[in-house]
């Protein structure tokens, strides 16, 4: 499978834990997003990397969230001291951005996600 | 900031019905408009739309743009109970920033 991939599927955590996400873009893919989705609502973006780069933080991301994409490859999503308003579906998407004349961007294809659920 | 609305919040029809999704956007430096079918999991690509008044097609879906009004819609024909999905429609700055998406369609499909 060449999709985007996300693990774990799935996280049941006590308030006050930390949890760390992982996503594995498309190989030739140059940017990596995160968004989060909650219940009835359409994902919202959190941050995003070009390459190893972060380039854009949403001012929803929390001093508690970090991200990091060392190699420019994998993603990591850390949330620190968690707490039940974290419980969301956090969402990865990769795209390929080149440039042609101006900058130009494939869609956005996103993974199956990680649903986070803090007690 | 940037915003994008999407109406109605949830739609019933019966199968064999057509029914047409709305999305209007406010997005600064507005690049591109995309629609997206979300059933358990992952939104799926559907549609980017760059250009005002050409129509893009797949199947029996099909999505137009128009960039002075600010709107889009997403039509579907001859509507089957595999449609039934969210529909999200996102507005992207650039080629290659964020999308802004809207609260979805919530779109049912009745045997």
């Known amino acids: 499978d060449t999709g985007v991939s996300q693990n774990p599927r799935h996280k049941i955590t006590k308030r006050g834990q930390n949890v760390t996400f992982r996503c594995d873009p498309i190989s030739e893919h140059n940017r990596l997003y995160w968004y989060r989705q909650t219940l009835g609502q359409g994902p919202e973006f959190l941050t995003y990397f070009q390459n190893e780069a972060q380039l854009e933080k949403s001012r929803l991301l929390s001093d508690r969230f970090s991200a990091e994409r060392p190699k420019g490859s994998f993603s990591t999503l850390e949330i620190q001291r968690t707490e039940q308003g974290d419980s969301a579906m956090y969402l990865c998407a990769s795209s390929l951005v080149w440039w042609a004349g101006g900058a130009r961007g494939s869609p956005l294809h996103f993974g199956n996600g990680t649903r986070l659920t803090v007690t | 900031e940037d915003k994008v609305v999407q109406s109605p919040l949830s739609l019933v029809v019966h199968e064999g019905d057509t029914v047409t999704l709305n999305c209007s956007y406010e997005v600064t430096n507005f690049r591109s408009l995309l629609w997206y079918k979300q059933e358990k999991k992952a939104p799926t690509f559907l549609f980017m739309l760059?250009?005002?008044?050409i129509e893009k097609k797949s199947g029996r879906l099909s999505s137009i743009l128009d960039k002075k009004e600010l709107f889009s819609i997403l039509n579907i024909t001859a509507t089957q109970t595999g449609d039934s999905a969210i529909y999200l429609c996102?507005?992207?700055?650039?080629?290659?920033?964020?999308?802004?998406f809207g609260g979805g369609t919530r779109l049912m499909v009745k045997p």
């Open positions: 996102a507005g992207r700055e650039s080629a290659g920033n964020m999308l802004t």
């Open positions: 760059t250009s005002s008044g």
